[in-house]
């Protein structure tokens, strides 16, 4: 690197450093994003799973009663 002095090299860092926080801001906030998404996800099918559970042991409590 000929030429280049400390000047040039600290004004491109003085550049780049505001793109880089912005870009670990949106990493961040995606992270916080995909983790609740999951957690909104598992909690839907566990859901859905308590409640077939529910049905099938309610289903079998009404034909056990019926006997």
Known sequence: MTGVT???INRIY????????DVAVIK???EDHLTSHKTWRDTFIGGI????I???V???SYIW???
């Open 14 to 21: 003085d550049k780049l450093e505001p793109i880089a926080k």
């Open 28 to 30: 961040m906030q995606m």
């Open 49 to 52: 799973i308590k409640i077939s």
């Open 58 to 60: 309610g289903f079998f």
């Open 54 to 56: 529910l049905f099938i």
């Open 6 to 8: 400390k000047e040039d």
């Open 65 to 67: 009663g019926k006997k």
